[in-house]
Nanobody
Framework: QVQLVESGGGLVQAGGSLRLSCAASGLTFSAMGWFRQGPGKERELVAGISSGVRTYYADSVKGRFTISRDNGKNTVYLHMNSLKPEDTAVYYC????????????????WGQGTQVTVSS
């Protein structure tokens, strides 16, 4: 059974930092990533990483967020710095059993989501 379990969300002030973690089990994934869905917004791909070194970042988070992956632990991390109120969203870990980290439709497994709230 495939499971993606997120942790690390919470409330932080603008300018602060958070690290999200997602532990995967049941399968080895070709790509893992983080999506987010803010209030009244569509879900968007924030960052993705392959099993190697290939990464993808949305323009809105480039230079502030860093995605990393521990293949031995089957865990992906999202390091979020210089957080802004507009980063407030539910963040979802996602994984692809076959695809590329920058292709949204390739993600076929999802976590339950973790809330990140950035206060101004």
């Amino acid at each position: 059974q495939v499971q993606l379990v997120e942790s690390g969300g919470g409330l932080v002030q603008a300018g602060g930092s958070l690290r999200l973690s997602c532990a995967a089990s049941g399968l080895t994934f070709s790509a893992m990533g983080w999506f987010r869905q803010g209030p009244g917004k569509e879900r968007e791909l924030v960052a993705g990483i392959s099993s190697g070194v290939r990464t993808y970042y949305a323009d809105s988070v480039k230079g502030r967020f860093t995605i990393s992956r521990d293949n031995g632990k089957n865990t992906v991390y999202l390091h979020m710095n210089s957080l802004k109120p507009e980063d407030t969203a539910v963040y979802y870990c996602a994984a692809s059993s076959y695809g590329l980290p920058e292709v949204v439709r390739h993600y076929n497994y999802w976590g339950q989501g973790t809330q990140v709230t950035v206060s101004s």
